[in-house]
């Protein structure tokens, strides 16, 4: 080979080995990310600084409800709202969509999943709803986010799955029985179990915890993980509407879960949307789209106070510090007790969740 050539090569293969490796400040630095339809039904995947200027928006191919985003990479995946049957893989950085899930058959989605805390895997609360029976399936995301397939989620209507610090997950299972042929009808209220399962990747159960008794019917849906690792999640009464009922709970594995009580607690409508904690404060913030609250908790569990905000819907911890609300008029920053608004332009009408970058 002659001199020229060699260093030629040389040269090519320093500058393929140095190509730099996609981040989220290639995609706009958002601090957020959240689907959100625009005034004219279009529907989005939207990054949010926490200054409420929005960094990208990203077409989606129905409303969304939560999204998921890789550990490593500027990746994320828009889930449809329950009964879903797609779930989108978008390059936050190139705005284009990747790859598409479908659900396979005799399956659709909840709206919600979670990577692995490698990132080598994507994990999605479905329906098994012939059986019925909720499961995990399972996806390869080296491999085109080919299907390998499915674990079970430890109870019926699995809705939100996280990883946890140790690398093992929950899933929020909320008990609730529907089929696809029936819409959103739920079929076995009377009977209904709901619980909190912990598992490993490989679906081995490690722990289970259900309400019973009188609470069989305060469905578990969306969670969130404390300062100290332990779960906080947010519930939805199934039951008589005129019984006041507590709508948060809190778990430690290996003890029972923990009603936390608030005096305001009716102002969510028996229907409480996305929970988070504040990682400095541990202050607990749950919202109330369809009551137009949110009910803030101490980080000892104790009440605190409720606030106002219209169609507030989404939570998620703030890299500036408390936490941020999704609600009509754009953002809330609620920092040391105090809720600041921050407008975001474009009439944004934001899905369930918030999720922190």
Excluded at 46 to 63: A, M, Q
């Amino acid at each position: 080979m002659k001199r020229r050539d060699f260093f030629g090569r040389m040269a090519a293969g320093i500058g393929t080995a140095a190509l730099p490796v996609p981040v989220w400040a290639d995609a706009g630095a958002p601090d957020f990310v959240s689907a959100g339809n625009k005034p004219d039904n279009s529907t989005w995947l939207v990054g949010l600084s926490d200054t409420g200027h929005v960094r990208f928006e990203i077409p989606i191919p129905g409303r969304g409800h939560a999204a998921a985003l890789h550990p490593e990479r500027p990746e994320a995946v828009a889930f449809a709202r329950r009964p879903g049957r797609f779930a989108v893989i978008i390059d936050c950085a190139k705005g284009r969509e990747v790859a598409r899930l479908d659900s396979p058959e005799g399956r659709h989605f909840y709206g919600h999943g979670a990577y692995s805390a490698d990132g080598t895997l994507l994990f999605t609360t479905e329906n098994d709803y012939d059986a019925p029976a909720g499961v995990l399936g399972i996806w390869d995301t080296k491999n085109g986010y080919a299907r390998l397939g499915e674990i079970s989620s430890g109870g019926i209507g699995p809705h939100e799955v996280l990883t946890l610090p140790d690398g093992g997950l929950v899933v929020a299972n909320g008990g609730i029985q529907t089929h696809p042929d029936m819409g959103r009808a739920k079929l076995n209220l009377p009977d209904m179990r709901t619980n909190l399962t912990y598992l490993e990747t490989n679906g081995v159960i490690t722990e289970t915890v259900a309400l019973t008794g009188k609470m069989h019917q305060n469905s578990i849906r969306h969670i969130a993980v404390d300062r100290g690792g332990h779960v906080v999640a947010a519930l939805q009464w199934q039951g008589a509407p005129t019984m006041k009922v507590a709508l948060v709970l809190t778990h430690t594995r290996g003890a029972d879960p923990h009603l936390l009580s608030h005096p305001d607690e009716e102002l969510l409508k028996n229907y409480a949307g996305s929970i988070a904690t504040c990682a400095d404060s541990g202050e607990i913030a749950v919202t109330g789209p369809k009551g137009g609250h949110v009910l803030f908790f101490n980080g000892d569990g104790t009440p605190n106070r409720s606030a106002p905000h219209s169609t507030a819907a989404g939570v998620a911890r703030s890299k500036s510090g408390g936490l941020m609300i999704t609600c009509d008029v754009g953002l809330v920053h609620r920092h040391h007790g105090t809720d600041r608004l921050i407008p975001v332009a474009g009439e944004w009408a934001w899905d369930n969740h918030l999720v922190a970058v």
